[in-house]
């Protein structure tokens, strides 16, 4: 009874997961299509006004990405929670906290960088996942998961970077998310010693991250490789 029990989740499971990810793959899919309807009608590759064109969708799947955290936590995704945090909160930072109160960032190149870095990995990404819940992996699509980070990484945190720099005149004119006392609650927060903590983090998360990618990248091409070899 147990054990049908377990099976009865595992599938549950599988399902919500595979739903998932074809919902994110699918919106992250959308969001790189009216980006490049933008750059079309623009006659250019240009950020001016892109962000306003995507600003719904990305808030929506970016924020969805929380679900991950929960999902390692629970023990239905096999990954570190803390690895999946890291990579989510600056996501969620870039977004919501430097882009979305400032109108100059928002025309910033930097969102051109961060956008064609995120589109691209997540539709691999979710790509990747659902189809190895469907049992059918492709190696082309295994071979980008673990290739195209290798640019588009640097690129996107290139990006989240430049939005932090682009982001910080804004906060230290406006006082933006920023508590001072006295105040009732007694508790101060600076919203700009905040934005200097984050670039100072970015170099040391980055590395730690892209070293992780690589480690991955030879342990599951290598194995393939090894593999194919093998059958020959």
């Not at 933008?38 to 990305?58: D, M, P, R, W």
Request: proline share 3%; with cysteine.
């Amino acid at each position: 009874m147990a054990e049908k029990r377990r099976k009865e989740i595992s599938s549950v499971s599988k399902a919500y997961l595979l739903l998932y990810n074809i919902v994110q793959a699918l919106g992250w899919s959308y969001i790189l299509v009216i980006s490049c309807q933008h750059f079309v009608s623009q006659n250019a590759v240009t950020s001016k006004g892109l962000y306003v064109k995507v600003e719904i969708s990305l808030k929506l799947f970016q924020t969805a990405a929380i679900l991950e955290i929960i999902h390692c936590a629970i023990g239905i995704v096999p990954s570190s929670a803390f690895t999946t945090a890291m990579q989510v909160f600056s996501r969620l930072c870039t977004v919501w906290l430097f882009t979305v109160p400032d109108r100059e960032v928002q025309n910033n190149t930097s969102i051109l960088l961060y956008l064609a870095a995120w589109t691209i990995t997540e539709i691999i990404r979710y790509s990747f996942y659902a189809c190895s819940l469907l049992n059918y992996l492709p190696y082309f699509l295994q071979w980008c998961r673990y290739t195209f980070f290798i640019i588009l990484y640097p690129i996107g945190v290139t990006g989240e970077i430049l939005t932090v720099i682009a982001a910080i005149p804004f906060v230290k004119n406006t006082g933006f998310y920023s508590l001072s006392l006295p105040n009732p609650m007694n508790i101060s927060f600076s919203l700009l010693y905040f934005l200097y903590f984050m670039l100072l983090m970015y170099l040391p998360a980055f590395l730690m991250l892209y070293t992780y990618m690589f480690h991955q990248r030879k342990k599951v091409l290598g194995k393939t490789s090894n593999t194919s070899s093998k059958v020959d």
